[in-house]
């Protein structure tokens, strides 16, 4: 299952030709090492978010989940989201998403949500972002999917995929996993990713998925960790409708706990792009 | 005289071209030059003692404490081995040694020292460390308190900033004593200097990340404190000790208050001056502000022969051993103790007092040949009327322990009108004036302001003590 493939960073940035050729070497190398491997095509940029115009997030990509959400989201997370900019806001390329600690509406913790619901969704494709993460016991980031079905599919049915969840106390590991039915919460597939000598809040860090029929790929930088297909899942597979995007920074919950004494508040989670492609 | 100038420029001149000709080609090699370092040798004791690695146990230690172990190891032929000795071996009271490299090492491409330990029993290792080299200790960096456990377990200790390690000496050091008055045994191996890529987020602080303020006189001086605090890739936030030298600090009116790259604070003028610092371009948590009242007065320097002088706190004298000058009491508010110095006289200084004790029961001391106490007093208050000093005497009687039924304890009390602000006051009082059934077994000596009834509320907070002696009159 561990498909450690080497990709070369940059690839995504590299105009139609060069990424042809790279495909072509790709094809190549696969081919010589595992014949059963499927080659990655997603190619063409449908959604790209650099952060480039400070002030709000683009209106046209991204809205919010607002408040405390029903116990707390569904796992007793701490925060209240809103969309004012000490929460959430674009600067100098990035966006910032910055959890507080303050006493606000009944809650200790503020931070944001952001999610593209009802301005995108896409079945397959390449979904990446770059990120640097925050820190300290309680704190919760996530990159992740969920089915565009939702409203009337409740969750664990309209499926979750989750390309990026770390906890802040486990500074050097990140977590790829799916939920679905029969499979989510605590039962979820998931697989951890930890780096040597390095770790996920000292630096920017590529997060993505290669998402296609019956099987989502997840990568770490120019290291592919993960594959699930339906024969990974404990239920029936779910990854073959429109996902949209969520982008959030939690603060405590059944996942991380809560902070503590030792907790340094505010924590700011730098995205430094998001992009999607088919 | 004209001539020689015209010569010598012009031998300038044919330097000048010959040293840009020099110059012009030393650029062109410059690429392939490596300017001569101190050797970057990670490792100090793995199976045994790195190249140019010693032992120096500190004076009073017990000198055999450590040998290289080649039974009991982490990994490998060898680990060292530390016995701690049990209270009262005459051999030494505790174990502590530095480890040091006198060539020097570049240590800037690290960023931890690491190593694997484990012990006989439980037991928390008092300091532990590395930058010890019998010298400055410049960049001394000691990981307080280390707990340590019968398993083998992996330990980092943080540099605070690596770029200062360009030629240490000091490697490792340690210093532990028994627990609960018994000895033990722990082992450290892999021993070494690591770059692990994952001590990340420093938080540096001063003054435990503080921010005090104390009134002072021109030619007192403070020490810094530092700490750096890391995260580590297990989610433990590591604090340790950080010596003066790694930090930048800054005054904010360098004519009041000054900082030597030790971390000495002086004194130099009267004003306000707030004192910073920054280690590895991070701005430390907390910060000294230092109001300087100007000119300080000391008391007069005591001349009574020192035969006749029991001292408990002079300059004068030898002092006799004293457990502490600020003991700490149930419903005792008062900080400070023997913390001034101000042109190398120590004074204590009381703040927030209502009352405070001096103890020196190790051991008890006998004053029955003397007949004063004397005591140089400074109130830093305004002095209003009800206000006093109460001076108590205690004896803890024949078994020299307190309790027992045999203490005995009594007052003098000094009103306002003996008091002035900011005045030394002299007082010499006789010890009968105490009325104490024993004096052969003194331990104690209190400063009370506090009253306890509103005829006698007493306001006085701020108190400077010096010269704190029992002598004989002749």
Redesign the interface.
Known sequence: MNKRNRYKKGTLIMSFPGLLLLLLIFVHSGCSTDDTQTVVNFDELVLQDEFDMDGVPDTAVWGYDIGRGVNGWGNNELQYYTDRTENVKVENGFLLITAQQESFKGASYTSARLLTKGLFDQTYGRFETRIRLPWGQGIWPAFWMLGADIDTNPWPGAGEIDIMEFRGQEPTTVLGSVHGPGYSGGESITKSYTLENDRFDTGFHVFGIEWGTEYVNFYVDDVLYNQITPADVTGEWVFDKPFFILVNLAVGGTFVGSPNGETVFPQTMLVDYVRVYK | MKDIKIISLKIAVLFGVIFTVTSGCERSLSGDVDFASFPVTAEVFIDGFSGGLEYRPFEGSKLDAFIVDDQERYEGTASMRFNVPNVGDPAGAFAGAIFPDNGGRNLSGYDALTFWARASQGATINEIGFGNDFGENKFLVTLPNMRISTAWTKYIIPIPDPTRLTNEKGMFWYSEGPENNNGYTFWIDELKFE????V??P?PAIFNGEDRVEQTFIGSSFTVTGTQTF?L?S?L?QTVSAAPSYFTFTSTNPDVARVNELGVVSILDQGTAKITAVLAGVRAAGSLTVESLGNFTPPLIPTRDAANVISIFSDAYTNVPVDFYNGFFGGQTTLGGADLVIDGNNIIRYTELNFVATEFKNPTIDITQMTHLHVDVQVENPVNTGDFVTIELGDFGANAAFGGGDDSSGRVTFTSDTLKTRTWVPFDIPLTDFGLTNRSNLAQLFFITEGTNDTQPGTITDLLVDNMYFYRQE
């Open positions: 770059k692990l890529g994952t990340a987020q938080r995260n890739a989610g936030n």
